[in-house]
């Protein structure tokens, strides 16, 4: 696949005619480029310069997930209300016949009233009975306002970033239990994790190693520096995939398993992936998950008393925006235990 | 979760995939210095491992004659894999895989070879925890089976001890005709019980053709129209540029109405017209598929030689080059009536399908490569924009299965302008387009499917027995005579007597 066309924020259009100018576009792209879209992908941040680094992030999925994506910088704090409107296509080649396929890209710049209205401004341009996933890159801010969140199929967004977890947690849960809304809530940082628990779960496959998920006495998880919000997932998914109940809230917490038995959780800051080790272990047995520093492998290894260690290799996820957002696009469908998770460890956030 | 299930489920796989866990096990390939297990099968457990799909502690056992140490299978192994993998092999992720590879040299008569892989798979059930579950894969030819599933019985190997699981996995073809398939279905049964008995057809694997029932029964509007008050006519078609390719032994026996259209095409046919099931379970899908090879209506004598055509490619081009005519192919008779081309007309007697023609068509030398299904729906009554003398072209749904899998609708449009002038315009849906992501090999999700016991996407005996009584109508009234075969130009879309055949029923083969 090879990029042949793109053009970042593209060009400028007013709002009021932004399909008729996309319709202009593909007019006078000939019949060599050809349309396709399977969502609408909003990006809405706050940041300056963020349509540049979202157009690029769009300019690397869009081959592999054909979208309408719609970028948005937003300044809601800005005095009176600012609009302006840019439109572009993501072109790659496909096949023998030099054609190619592209995903539009509409990207805006909203200050004041405009950028709290967004469902006006924005949402008018979705591709109509599309799916919208709108990846929220800045805080949520209150009011929980049903209006825009009832336009949204899925919520995106990025646990780790999150200076304050616990009340944004709690923000994205309301909006989530809102009755207008369906929404599916997607937590990149949860989709981060999902290769780890893969490879840990498949320790577990074994019959001969199944019931020792009911003795562990200790779980230990090394994370990359600003990783450790997706440790505590981690925690929180084991937590509740076997019933432990949080009994001591500190830096290293310890839970209780359906016998009362003590489980000591230690997480340790370590340079490397976001999750470069993981150790669970019973009085018997230890199961553990390494991803050595560069490396983009996983070792499992499961060692239990008498028996020769089974040591096993997967393809680890890479760790880029890019990578996870594409999974996650791909995988679709609800996150039942993602909520559940969150509530295993909602203390220690 | 109940903390019991514990014991019986690993409750960290709930959420992480939508399909069963595979289940570790030994799986045991016979024939395994052939292709298939070069080019498809150990490429589709390597890509597996490398996902992690694969079950913990999967040993994977090759038995076949040559010999040759289990160093030197692994070293063979890795080549092909480097060859034909869809994804590059990394060095850390093949030796950890190939770890698991084993070489059992024996010839498949020689029942100390299978005393020794039962000892050896009982050695590493304890030190690898395969836990007794067996795959065994017939990868050979069908000569070899009743030999490899006599000693399996024997050897006991076809039986599990309690708790686990014997599966063997039978690569087509499932027999020559009904009598060959009864008896090789009775053999494995004899063996395996049919539950355990996985008949893979990869065509089934194809991401389009687990898309039809997707098209069908999760939209309401396709289904709504899938009947006789709708349809006019179905055309289903497998075309390839491609002669018989150094296999002249093997389709000599065969021709194209065993090797394409008894397996691939009527399994496609059954897709196509099936019933919605009761559920998603490998029974309920299957029960409809065979309903409506049951319903399809016999040909025999004289209706052979009225609903289908045979015929053999001459000396032609393809893609500008000659090529050689197939009574001229290395190992083809000079006097050969195999046929090379068939094409069908086919009814299903039932209450969706009365009075819908179905056309069937499949060939080598064709000018193309292809596979499709093309749904043709009734004209609009003439009345409006159909009364001019020139008729509107029909919609027609179209779902392709290989290559440039995808589904195009087409339908009819005003041309921009002052005048009313309506021509046909086509919307398509190609999976390359939307989904960049190369999909996985056929052969990935039906292993896995094996290990799961998930017998879905297989063969089941009834199916195959059916399709056989069908089949074996028009080779017996092909057996009576030989002057109807016909003869094509290689690089043609086939004589003119297929040509006449839809013709008959006011159709056109379509242009692909």
Redesign the interface.
Known sequence: MEEDVSFSPGLPVPIGSIEMELGRVWEESGTSKTRASLINLAIYNEKPGSLEANSSIIREIAGEHAMRAILIQADPNEQGSRAEAWISMHCYLRGSKGGSVCSEQISFQLGGEAARSLQSVVFSHLDSDLPLALWWQADFHPPVESNLWQWVDRLLFDSRHWKKPKQQFEFITRIANLVETKLVLCDLNWARSLPVRQALAGMFDNPGTLPELQLLKSLQIDHAPGSRSTALLLVGWIADRLGWVLKEISPNPIFSDPKSEKIQVTLTEKVGASISRMLLGSDNSSFELIREQESDLYRTIVKSTGSVPTVRMVRAAREETREILLAELARGGRHPLYSRAVLAVSELW | ?N?DD???M?????????RL?P??CTLVIFGATGDLTHRKLIPALYNL????AL???LIIRGFARREKTTDQFRKELEESTRKFSRTPV?D??WN??AASIFYNQSAFDDSRGYSDLAAEMREHDI???T?GNRLFYLAVAPDQFPIILGHLRNSGLNKPSEGSWSRIIVEKPFGMDLSTARELNGLVNDVFPEKETFRIDHFLGKETAQNIMVLRFANSIFESLWNSSHISHVQITAAEPLGVEGRAGYYETSGAMRDMVQNHLLQLLTLMAMEPPTSLGADAIRDEKVKVLRSLRPLRGDDVFRHVVRAQYTEGLINGQPVNAYRNEQGVSMDSTTETYVALQLNIDNWRWAGVPFFIRTAKRMPKGGTEIAVTFKGVPRVLFNQSAQNLDENVLVIRIQP?EGVSLRMSAKMPGSSLRIEPVKMDF?Y??????ATPEAYERLLLDAMSGDATLFARCDEVEEAWAFVDGIEEAWKTRSDDLAFHAAGSWGPTEATELAARHEVTWRRM
């Open positions: 979760m903390p514990i014991l019986t690993n409750p960290l796989r709930e959420g992480i995939a939508n866990t289940e570790t491992a490398a996902e992690g079950p913990p502690s990394n850390e992720l950890n895989f030190a690898k925890g836990c440039d190609h390359g387009t939307s989904f960049g992501k």
